[in-house]
Structures are given as structure tokens and as C-alpha cells.
């Protein structure tokens, strides 16, 4: 199962990350998820269900912020939205966009630690 694995992965780096903090307890992970990460939101929240039991993790949240699509539209010289996920072209002046800035994001945000 992909999400899962990919959850295994994020704790993997959470675990590194509150182990150099001296190991406090984590409150919530934040993740952030572009729609073009090939990962849909609600099965990677069920896969975190899993992933974490049997890790210290078992009563953090997972806590995923989307990440909106947004191009660099050459003719307006800056970063726009898209018309639509079909359709990758300049929200504001139509034209087709030439690099993808946010989207594919699929990354840990930050740790809530328990004080
Ligand atoms: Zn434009």
C-alpha cells in the first residue's frame, strides 16, 4: 500500500527530528500535500492510522494542509493559479503555463510538540 508506506516514512523523519529535540511528545504533524503529489488526503490520513500504532507516535494527529497549484505565467512575469487541474494555464491571462512552482508538494511541515 503506497500511503502507508509513505506515512512509514514521514514518521521516519519525525522520529529523527524529536530525537535531536531530546524526545519530547508530538502533539500533531504537519504535512503539506500538493493535488499533484499522486497521494489523496483521506487515504494517507487512514494509512497514518496504521502506520503509527506500535511506533511512539500512537497519539499524534496528522494534520495535512493542501497545497494550491500555482504556475510562473511568462507573459504576467509571476506565479498565478490555474484555471482547473485539466487546464494548466494562466488563471489570468490564459496562457499556457511554463513551470510548475507549488503542487507536487508532498512534505512535513512541522511538528506540534506537548510542552
Ligand atoms: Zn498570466
Request: aromatic fraction near 4%; charged fraction near 30%; charge should be negative.
Amino acid at each position: 500500500m503506497h500511503e502507508l508506506s509513505i506515512c512509514l516514512s514521514i514518521l521516519d523523519v519525525a522520529g529523527e527530528e524529536v530525537d535531536r529535540r531530546g524526545n519530547p511528545q508530538v502533539e500533531a504533524i504537519y504535512l503539506r500535500l500538493g493535488p499533484l503529489s499522486g497521494v489523496v488526503k483521506e487515504a494517507l490520513l487512514s494509512a497514518f492510522e496504521l502506520a503509527r500504532e506500535a511506533t511512539p507516535f500512537r497519539c499524534t494527529r496528522l494534520v495535512i494542509e493542501e497545497v494550491p497549484i500555482v504556475v510562473y505565467c511568462s507573459k504576467c512575469d509571476a506565479e498565478r493559479p490555474v484555471r482547473s487541474m485539466q487546464d494548466f494555464s494562466c488563471a489570468e491571462c490564459d496562457t499556457p503555463a511554463s513551470k510548475l512552482i507549488h503542487g507536487r508538494e508532498l512534505e512535513l511541515a512541522a511538528l506540534e510538540l506537548i510542552e
